[in-house]
């Protein structure tokens, strides 16, 4: 297959600045439940590749599922970019690479029957309806995938990458006149589909959870101090500055630009946030980002300061910065986007009691449920909640709402935990119809003067 891409893409390369192709071969399987029903089973499979050509700064893009169609498929992708050039190509260098990334998997799920994939998440389907009568409705969803990846460049790049990825999750709703409260948890991995069998652990308490916010009062809106959980406060880094901090929004944004400059203090020293796709086993680690550049641990604040971005290729050119190796596409049929992998602010010293004791009156956020962002200002919904009275943890509360802006957000953080954990659920992101794997993470984190919303 490298070698078909590559003949091909030498009989055009001198008709461009630079040519890319990338062929894909996936398999997997879906397993649905919705209410008390099994609504969908199926075992999808794909084959396809897509051209990407750049001329004069103007970008050519196809994709197909045809590789015998492949040379007409260059010849649009390059006629497109020679049309709409009318510029530069800025493109920062790397290396060109051989390589062959293959899979190696501790339990994998191609060789679970269907039928023990489907009676798993029918028993995990009939414990949540089980647990209580105030259950209204309930999800179980299943999935693995596997697929292999084939990437050749006119620089001489030629990479084969293997993935696969198992998730199994569950959302379920109370009722009680006429209220409703909700909950969910999801379990991935890798590579080894033992992981499935974990997700039953969570189903009573989070089941009980959503009963129990039934019952809860309605939080009072004012300014608290905050903790948040490890996974409430990975999904505020990623979602309220994560996506700040992907360089291409920076780069189209003028305003953007000039906030996310390079060298402003954020926070205290003692602030540090990463985006790291070589993590090992991490859910969102790669070896080759999408433009077949090796990913890099990227600083995005140190010590407070900002200090990085996330990169393609294209921006880190426009910008005379470092490609970072975050150039990644959810398939065939998408161009790469600079995105996230694993996101996390790092370890304190702060261990989680001492971060309450000192606390009169306060709230303790657990998990994520929702929310939205539009630039630096955000609201996110928590999963759960409780209240924090004379340095205890006190009771359950509902429909809290944390909102502000995420510079002063951060800024306000006072104490980072030492309990540093990685486990966004459910561990995926959508950018410009784009979803495809990351993951999140932060110890306990605790922040002066946040602004709650609720009653």
């Known amino acids: 297959m490298l070698n078909q891409l590559s003949d091909a893409i030498n009989k055009y390369k001198k008709r461009v600045d630079y040519l890319e192709v990338r062929a894909e071969e996936s398999e997997g399987t879906g397993i649905k439940f919705r209410g008390k029903e099994m609504e969908s089973v199926s075992q999808p499979s794909s084959r396809g590749g897509c051209v990407r050509a750049l001329y004069k700064g103007g970008w050519g893009f196809v994709s197909f599922n045809d590789l015998d169609k492949l040379a007409d498929k260059i010849e649009e992708a390059v006629s497109q970019a020679r049309l709409v050039g009318r510029g530069k190509s800025r493109l920062a260098q790397v290396e060109p690479v051989e390589?062959?990334?293959?899979?190696?998997?501790?339990?994998?799920?191609?060789?679970?029957?269907?039928?023990?994939?489907v009676d798993q998440m029918r028993d995990y389907h009939d414990q949540i309806w089980a647990v209580s009568p105030l259950v209204s409705d309930a999800s179980v969803v299943y999935s693995d995938s596997f697929s292999r990846v084939y990437f050749a460049s006119s620089?001489?790049?030629?990479?084969?990458?293997?993935?696969?990825?198992?998730?199994?999750?569950f959302s379920v709703v109370a009722r009680k006149n006429g209220l409703l409260q909700?909950?969910?948890?999801?379990?991935?991995?890798?590579?080894?589909?033992?992981?499935?069998?974990?997700?039953?652990?969570?189903?009573?308490?989070?089941?009980?959870?959503?009963?129990?916010?039934?019952?809860?009062?309605?939080v009072k809106s004012g300014q608290y101090t905050v903790v948040l959980n490890p996974v409430m406060a990975g999904n505020f880094i990623h979602e309220a500055f994560g996506h700040l901090s992907e360089a291409d929004s920076v780069y189209e944004n003028k305003k953007l630009r000039q906030i996310m400059r390079l060298g402003r203090r954020l926070g205290a020293d003692g602030l540090n946030v990463v985006d790291d796709p070589t993590l090992e086993d991490g859910w969102g680690s790669y070896n080759y980002d999408d433009e077949g550049v090796r990913p890099q641990k990227t600083y995005l604040i140190r010590e407070g300061i900002l200090s990085g971005r996330m990169h393609s290729r294209e921006t880190a050119g426009k910008m005379g910065e470092a490609p970072t190796g975050n150039a990644r596409a959810a398939g065939f049929r998408f161009r790469p986007l600079v995105r996230m992998s694993n996101t996390f602010i790092e370890a304190g010293?702060?261990?989680?009691?001492?971060?309450?004791?000192?606390?009169?009156?306060?709230?303790?956020?657990?998990?994520?449920?929702?929310?939205?962002?539009?630039q630096e200002m955000f609201t996110f919904t928590p999963g759960w909640a409780y209240m924090i009275r004379?340095?205890?943890?006190?009771?359950?509360?509902?429909?809290?709402?944390?909102?502000?802006?995420?510079?002063?957000?951060l800024g306000n953080i006072e104490m980072i935990g030492d309990d540093l954990g990685l486990r966004m659920e459910p561990g995926k992101c959508g950018k410009g119809g784009q979803y495809l794997r990351v993951d999140a993470g932060a110890p306990h984190v605790r922040i002066k003067n946040a602004t709650v919303a609720g009653k």
Do not use: H
């Open 155 to 169: 620089e001489g790049t030629k990479i084969v990458q293997e993935f696969s990825g198992i998730t199994a999750g």
């Open 349 to 374: 010293k702060v261990g989680f009691d001492e971060m309450l004791k000192d606390i009169k009156l306060g709230i303790y956020a657990c998990n994520f449920w929702g929310g939205q962002t539009n």
């Open 390 to 409: 004379n340095g205890q943890l006190a009771e359950l509360v509902r429909d809290v709402k944390l909102t502000g802006n995420v510079f002063e957000t």
């Open 182 to 218: 909700s909950n969910a948890a999801a379990v991935f991995d890798k590579s080894d589909y033992s992981v499935v069998r974990t997700l039953g652990a969570r189903i009573t308490q989070r089941v009980k959870l959503a009963v129990d916010l039934l019952e809860a009062e309605q």
């Open 99 to 117: 390589d062959e990334i293959r899979m190696i998997f501790r339990n994998d799920p191609r060789k679970i029957s269907l039928k023990e994939k």
